[in-house]
Structures are given as structure tokens and as C-alpha cells.
């Protein structure tokens, strides 16, 4: 039987969701990238909560990665682009389609002449930041707590302790779903607060330049790598599985965790989710939540702080899949 047969087989085109319910392996037509079937997405998200994708696959270089969108297009699946999902609440009912994960993309290259970095999209952006002070590199201190990969950082402007990815990116490739890859420079990237014009969009970020400044002393850089770390240990509470800040900052005085800490709503509880008592803009997984148990903690904070303040909270957080009862 082909690879096409078998999906065929277990695939139901109509809507798009699996017939098979067994777990299922094979490899993505043309390579040796597994291609699996109901990979449980808890296992891959920081929240731990959510139900199985569709598809999975980790692709490991270019080629997988276009064979990756092709068999996607030819079976008309949804696609979902996946980081190391520090970022995402995945509904308890799993997401159709084929999931992509990017964190077999792994490389970095440092040049000493350009004082650039040249980094694959599925790297750990904390890793790298840990990396360059090493070196002596300095310009990655902020991203030294940030628990996810580059790509998703690129996507996202992930930043930290008044800098993010926009203050040091040259440019970033893309794949779109087509197989053409582009070069991206920062001003194609539109970057605002914690955004881009890639996101919810299909283009796969692969790899990503950021301009550092070597010649530092490593021991220097490394110090206040590692004070960065502490201080937001102190502040923020990495003991149990999160998102980091659910909501975006709204415009104006005030932060989203002091509004949502005004309301008192520290320490408020839904099922087994929890707005953390360390950091109002958190929720907590305490052990065993579900899904909607965040979604709904997601909404009866931002209906508090509407009723009371007249601001709505949008979430940083990107919900996937389906939430309605
Ligand atoms: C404890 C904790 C602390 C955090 N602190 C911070 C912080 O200080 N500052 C901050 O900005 N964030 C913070 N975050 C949030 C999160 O780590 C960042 O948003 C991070 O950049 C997300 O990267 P990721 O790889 O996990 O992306 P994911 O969560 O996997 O994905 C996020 C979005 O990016 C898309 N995406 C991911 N990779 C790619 C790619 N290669 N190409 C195209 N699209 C892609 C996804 O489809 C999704 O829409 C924190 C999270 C946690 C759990």
C-alpha cells in the first residue's frame, strides 16, 4: 500500500477529520520524515493540555519541509504551523489536519566578520541567547527566558526586558505552502508589539539573521544573562505549565496583569486552571486542566476587567481548534 492509499484510507475529505482513531506511522512520499497519525499535542505545548493533531510531522530540512506542505495541499488538509508551542492553547478535541513542527530545523552559524547570526527556525531562542554570551556576543541577553524557538520568536516579536526579535532581526526565510521561499527584511515583517505580518498566516519561518555584537567579555555577557533569568524567576512563576502572558498589554498606563490583579482575580480558580498568585497575567495549569478550563478562566478574566475597567484584554495567547460546547 502507498503512503496516498493509506491516507486516503483514514482521512474523510468531506470534513476534513480522521476516520482512524489508532495512532498510525509512515513516512512523509519521497523522504524518511515519519508521518504520524493522532500525536498527542499536550506532549508538544506548554500549557500541557490539548487533544491529538490530525497529522504530525518534524521535518529536518528544506525538502522535508516542502514535502511536508505538498502532501498537505494534495490531501487538502488544514495546515498548523508549531514551534515548541509555548505560545498556544490546543483545543481538548485536537486540531485537523497536519501539524507541522519545526523543531527538527537546527542549525547556527555564528560570523565573526558580520557580528550575524545565522539560526534555524526550530532552535531555541534561550539556548541561542546562552550561546552568544558565551562567545561574548551581546544583543540576545532579554531572550534568555523565553522558552521557545526562534521561528516562533521571529513570528511572534518575542521580547523581553524592553527589547524583542525586531530590535536585532536582519531578515528571516520563508516557505509558503506553494514551495517558494523568500527572503524577508525587517521592514517586510511589519513589526508592531508582539506581532508580525506572519501571523495566522501559512508561511513557514526556516531560518532567521540577527545582527549581535561580539567582542564582548564572555563572563560580562553571561552575568547579566543569568541575572535576567533570576529576575524573572522572582517575578514571574515557571513552576507550573503556562503560555507565559495570556493577554497583550493594552494601550495606555496600565499593564494586563495590574488590571486583572485590581479585580482580584489572583489565585481565581476554574477547574484545574488557575490565575497565577505570582503574576495576575499568567494562568496556571496546577495538574490536570483541561483545555477549557483555560479557555473559559481566558474569558471570565477578560469579561471582568471589561465590566470594570471598559478595556478589553486581547490574548497573546493563539487558541486553536474548536472551544464551543
Ligand atoms: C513561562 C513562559 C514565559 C514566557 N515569556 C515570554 C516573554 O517574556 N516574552 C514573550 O514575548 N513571550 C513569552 N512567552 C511566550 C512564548 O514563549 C513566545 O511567544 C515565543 O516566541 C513562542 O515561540 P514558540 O516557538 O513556542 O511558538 P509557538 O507557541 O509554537 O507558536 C506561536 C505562533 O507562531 C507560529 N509559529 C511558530 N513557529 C513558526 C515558524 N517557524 N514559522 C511560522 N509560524 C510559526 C505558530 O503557528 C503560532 O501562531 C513565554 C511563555 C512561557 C511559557
Not at 474569558?299 to 476587567?305: G, I, K
Amino acid at each position: 500500500m502507498t503512503v496516498s492509499d493509506q491516507t486516503r484510507r483514514v482521512v474523510n475529505p468531506t470534513i476534513g477529520v480522521p476516520t482512524n482513531t489508532q495512532p498510525e506511522s509512515m513516512y512523509l512520499p519521497g523522504t524518511k520524515c515519519p508521518l504520524k497519525s493522532q500525536v498527542k499535542l499536550a506532549a508538544l505545548t506548554s500549557f500541557r493540555v490539548g487533544g491529538p493533531a490530525q497529522w504530525y510531522v518534524s521535518p529536518k530540512n528544506l525538502e522535508e519541509l516542502k514535502q511536508s506542505f505538498a502532501w498537505a495541499t494534495e490531501q487538502q488538509l488544514p495546515i498548523t504551523l508549531l514551534g515548541a508551542g509555548s505560545n498556544l492553547l490546543v483545543s481538548d478535541r485536537g486540531l485537523p489536519g497536519l501539524v507541522i513542527g519545526t523543531k527538527g530545523l537546527r542549525y547556527t552559524h555564528f560570523d565573526l566578520e558580520t557580528g550575524q547570526v545565522r539560526v534555524a527556525a526550530g532552535q531555541s531562542i534561550a539556548r541561542l541567547a546562552w550561546k552568544a554570551a558565551e562567545l561574548g556576543w551581546e544583543g540576545l541577553e532579554w531572550a534568555v527566558g523565553i522558552p521557545g524557538t526562534v521561528g516562533g520568536a521571529v513570528v511572534m516579536n518575542a521580547g523581553a526586558h524592553g527589547s524583542c526579535a525586531a530590535d536585532i532581526l536582519v531578515d528571516a526565510q520563508v516557505l509558503s505552502p506553494d514551495g517558494s521561499v523568500e527572503l524577508l527584511s525587517l521592514k517586510d515583517l511589519g513589526y508592531r508589539y508582539r506581532t508580525s505580518v506572519l501571523q495566522g498566516g501559512d508561511r513557514l519561518v526556516t531560518e532567521a539573521t540577527f545582527q549581535l555584537k561580539p567582542g564582548a567579555d564572555p563572563a560580562k555577557v553571561t552575568a547579566t544573562t543569568a541575572e535576567q533569568l533570576e529576575q524573572r524567576r522572582l517575578t514571574q512563576p515557571y513552576h507550573l505549565p503556562s503560555c507565559g502572558s495570556v493577554f497583550r498589554n493594552p494601550e495606555g498606563e496600565y499593564g494586563a496583569g495590574w488590571l486583572i490583579e485590581q479585580m482580584g482575580l489572583k489565585g481565581y480558580q476554574i477547574g484545574c486552571a488557575q490565575v497565577a498568585e505570582r503574576h495576575a497575567n499568567f494562568i496556571l495549569n496546577c495538574g490536570g486542566a483541561k483545555a477549557m478550563d483555560i479557555y473559559r478562566l481566558i474569558l471570565y478574566v477578560q469579561e471582568q476587567v471589561e465590566k470594570h475597567w471598559s478595556i478589553k484584554l486581547e490574548p497573546e495567547v493563539k487558541i486553536l481548534g474548536q472551544f464551543a460546547d
